[in-house]
Each structure stands twice: as structure tokens, then as C-alpha cells.
């Protein structure tokens, strides 16, 4: 089973680029969600989507846009990258946005922006 | 201060050792307790999950929770160098999860 699966897995960017991290997940979830991880800071929420055909801003959503394509896909994107963006990105989802059911992680995407 | 605590680490112990991985959180309303494994270059994994006070046991591992002292752990006994990972524990109440900043265990065989 791929479960939670995030393309590309590596990204380099120049300050001011854009670009569109994309997961698919395929355990019929409904609901999906954006984390960025930096040393020392854990997980932090970015945008999530608790349902297909809604989004929700996170903890730090500032310079971010998100779509949800499906029930399966949700998308991330970087309008014009800033170094202060460099970090992991894990995608992850959950059958519903609710306070007993785990989240499910994709293996990350690494960005760096110079 | 930060709604959940975890120490960092570097955590190292010889192989077989009983490992204790501990948070503390503020926020009372907190629900639902889960620890994640992460190995490096890799998601999260969940590991355990619970939702009441006292413990939860599945093999080696072992989840602890005490809301009345707003304090969590994980016991890992006969650890192995495949233990060996950064250990997250997650907070839960309502629609918000908040991760600490996760423990990196060494196992040294």
C-alpha cells in the first residue's frame, strides 16, 4: 500500500520562484493536511482540508496557497519563494478532521531556497 | 511557552535498556494522546494512541498518560538499534493537533 505519497521529494529553488508540491493519497481519507517541520519547532500546521471542496488556514499559512484537486489530492503552493520557507513538507491525511482519528505522513519534501 | 514540551535529546543508552520519552503540555482541554516514530528521512509513523489517563501497552512499547499532571510518556523496554529514531509525541482537543518538538533516541548496540 503507498498510503501517503509526495512529489517531488527534493526541490531547490531561487528566492522568488514558485512551485507546486504535490500529494495523493490512497486510503479514501477525507481529510488532508500541509505541515512544515523545522529543528527545533516539531510540526506546524500550514493549510488542512477537512473535507473535498474545503481548506482551512493553519498555524503559519502566510505565503502559502493550497488546492484541493479531489478526494485524493492536495496540493501546496510556494507564489514566490522566500529563504525563510526552506524546511520539510509533509503531507498528511486522516478519514476524518476529528479528535480520534491518527494522521497518516508521507515520507516529506525537502526545499531549499536560496 | 510552548503548548506541548519535549526534550530533544540526544537520548543514548546500550542496547536491552529501558527507555523513558516524556512531554508535558499546558492546555487541560487536551484529549487524545499519540506518539509518532520518525526515522531519519522519513514521515512521521504512528505508534501509539490513547485517549484516557493510565497506560496503554502494545509489545515493547508502552504509552503513559497523567492529566492530572499534564504529563505524558512512552517506555520502550529491551530497545534495539532499530529503535533507534526521533520519537514525536502529538496532542489532540477539537479539530487541533500539536506536535513537540520530538526526542532523538540512540540505541548503541
Known amino acids: 500500500n503507498a498510503g501517503v505519497t509526495q512529489t517531488p521529494k527534493f526541490q531547490v529553488l531561487k528566492t522568488g520562484q514558485s512551485m507546486t508540491l504535490q500529494c495523493a493519497q490512497d486510503?479514501?481519507?477525507?481529510?488532508m493536511y500541509w505541515y512544515r517541520q523545522d529543528p527545533g519547532m516539531g510540526l506546524r500546521l500550514i493549510y488542512y482540508s477537512a473535507s473535498e471542496g474545503t481548506t482551512d488556514k493553519g498555524e503559519v499559512p502566510n505565503g502559502y496557497n493550497v488546492s484541493r484537486l479531489n478526494k485524493r489530492e492536495f496540493s501546496l503552493r510556494l507564489e514566490s519563494a522566500a529563504p525563510s520557507q526552506t524546511s520539510v513538507y509533509f503531507c498528511a491525511s486522516s478519514y476524518h478532521d476529528s479528535s480520534n482519528q491518527p494522521q497518516h505522513f508521507g515520507d516529506g519534501t525537502r526545499l531549499s531556497i536560496l | 511557552q510552548k503548548e506541548v514540551e519535549q526534550d530533544p535529546g540526544p537520548l543514548s543508552v546500550p542496547e536491552g535498556a529501558i527507555v523513558s520519552l516524556n512531554c508535558t503540555y499546558s492546555n487541560s482541554a487536551f484529549q487524545y494522546f499519540m506518539w509518532y516514530r520518525q526515522y531519519s528521512r522519513k514521515g512521521p509513523e504512528l505508534l501509539m494512541y490513547?485517549?484516557?489517563?493510565g497506560n496503554k501497552e502494545d509489545g515493547r512499547f508502552t504509552a503513559q498518560v497523567d492529566k492530572s499532571s499534564k504529563y505524558i510518556s512512552l517506555f520502550i523496554r529491551d530497545s534495539q538499534p532499530s529503535d533507534s529514531a526521533t520519537y514525536l509525541c502529538a496532542i489532540r482537543y477539537g479539530n487541533k493537533l500539536v506536535f513537540g518538538a520530538g526526542t532523538i533516541l540512540r540505541v548503541k548496540s
Open positions: 490513547t485517549y484516557s489517563s
Open positions: 486510503m479514501n481519507h477525507n481529510s
